[in-house]
C-alpha cells in the first residue's frame, strides 16, 4: 500500500469529524519545532469540552498547539489504573521473551528488553523496555487506555472509532505503547513524531520522579536550543500533549540511591503512549525523525 492508497482509504473512511477537523485545517499553517509555554488542564475540564464539541475552547486548544505550547492534562489516569498497567505489563514480560514483530496481520503483542546496541539501531536512538499491544489480541489494558484515548482522538479531530478495527492489511492500526525507561540507560534523543494523521502526541506519566527515579525525563528544546525540563512538572497519573512536530527527547534516567528490592528490574520511568501508525504493508512509513539543528 503506498501514500496515495492511503490517502484514498482516508478520505473514503469516516475518520475525521469535520467541525473539529476543519479547526485543524484553518489553524496549522505552521508545524512548530520549539515549545512556546506549559499550560495546565484538569483532565476532567479538558475531556468534557471535548466531548460537548465546545469549539471555542477547542480552537484556542488547537491555535496553542500549532503555537509550540505543550498542554499537562492533570489527573487523567487513577492511581489504581496506573498499577493495573504497570502489574500487567511485568506478569507479561515475567511470562515471555524479549521479541519483535513488524506490524503485519496477526502480529502478537509483545515487548522489547532496552538494549543499548539494539537502541542505535532505530531512527532515532531510543533505549528503553517497550511494550506493544494490538486491539485484536483483546489485552484488557485497552479498557483503560480509552478512557483517555477516545477524548484524545477526538482533540486531533478524528472520530473515537477510528481505526479500532482496522488491521495492518488495511494500512493503518492503533497501538498500545508502555515505555520503561530504567535506570542509568534509559533514553532518547531529540527527535520529531509524524503527523500526517495523528496531531497530538499522547503520553501519560506512570511514575513520580524522587519516588521510582532520582532525575531524568521528557524534555523539550526553546528557542534559545536550551532543554525545557518537562518532566518535573508532571505528576503520575497526569497525561502531556503537544504537536508532534516539536522537539523532544527523554533525558537519562538516574536511579534511586535505595531502590526498592520489589521487582527490582522494573525501577524507572513509566509512561503510556498511544499511537496509529502506518503498518509494514506500507512502501512509504512515516516515522519519527532525530532533531539537528539544520
Known amino acids: 500500500m503506498n501514500k496515495d492508497d492511503i490517502n484514498k482509504l482516508i478520505s473514503s473512511s469516516d475518520i475525521y469529524i469535520p467541525e473539529l477537523y476543519d479547526i485543524w485545517n484553518d489553524e496549522e499553517d505552521q508545524q512548530p519545532i520549539y515549545i512556546r509555554k506549559v499550560n495546565y488542564i484538569e483532565w476532567d475540564i479538558f475531556a468534557d469540552k471535548i466531548l460537548n464539541r465546545d469549539l471555542t475552547f477547542y480552537r484556542n486548544i488547537v491555535k496553542n498547539l500549532v503555537a509550540g505550547d505543550v498542554y499537562v492534562l492533570k489527573n487523567a489516569v487513577s492511581p489504581y489504573h496506573v498499577k493495573k498497567i504497570k502489574d500487567t505489563c511485568m ?11 513488524k506490524v503485519l496481520d496477526d502480529s502478537p503483542d509483545f515487548f522489547r528488553t532496552a538494549d543499548i546496541e539494539a537502541a542505535k539501531k532505530y531512527g532515532f536512538y531510543r533505549c528503553n523496555t517497550l511494550f506493544h499491544f494490538y486491539r485484536w489480541n483483546n489485552s484488557e489494558l485497552f479498557k483503560i487506555a480509552d478512557l483517555t484515548w477516545d477524548i484524545l482522538k ?14 495492518p492489511s488495511n494500512g493503518l492500526v492503533d497501538r498500545l505503547h508502555i515505555h520503561l525507561y530504567p535506570p542509568d540507560i534509559g533514553e532518547q534523543e531529540k527527535h520529531q513524531d509524524p503527523f500526517i494523521i495523528q ?10 520522579r524522587g519516588v521510582d527515579y532520582k532525575c531524568g525525563g521528557i524534555y523539550f528544546i526553546n528557542p534559545d536550543q536550551e532543554e525545557v525540563d518537562v518532566d518535573s512538572l508532571l505528576n503520575q497519573g497526569d497525561c502531556y500533549i503537544c ?13 534511586l540511591d535505595n531502590p526498592s528490592s520489589n521487582h527490582l528490574n522494573f525501577n524507572g520511568r513509566w509512561f503510556m503512549g498511544f499511537y496509529t501508525l502506518w503498518s509494514d504493508v506500507n512502501t512509504l512509513r512515516y516515522t519519527g525523525t532525530p532533531w539537528t539543528n539544520s
Do not use: Q, R, W, Y
Not at 91 to 101: I, P, R
Not at 154 to 167: H, L, P, T
Not at 199 to 208: D, E, N, P, Q, R
Open 91 to 101: 506478569d507479561f514480560a515475567l511470562k515471555n521473551t524479549s521479541s519483535h514483530f
Open 154 to 167: 477526538m482533540a486531533s479531530g478524528i472520530n473515537k472509532e477510528a481505526f479500532k478495527k482496522m488491521i
Open 199 to 208: 496531531k497530538i502526541v499522547m503520553g501519560h506519566a506512570m511514575s513520580i
Open 243 to 255: 504537536f508532534p512536530s516539536l522537539v523532544h527527547g527523554v533525558k537519562k534516567i538516574k536511579g
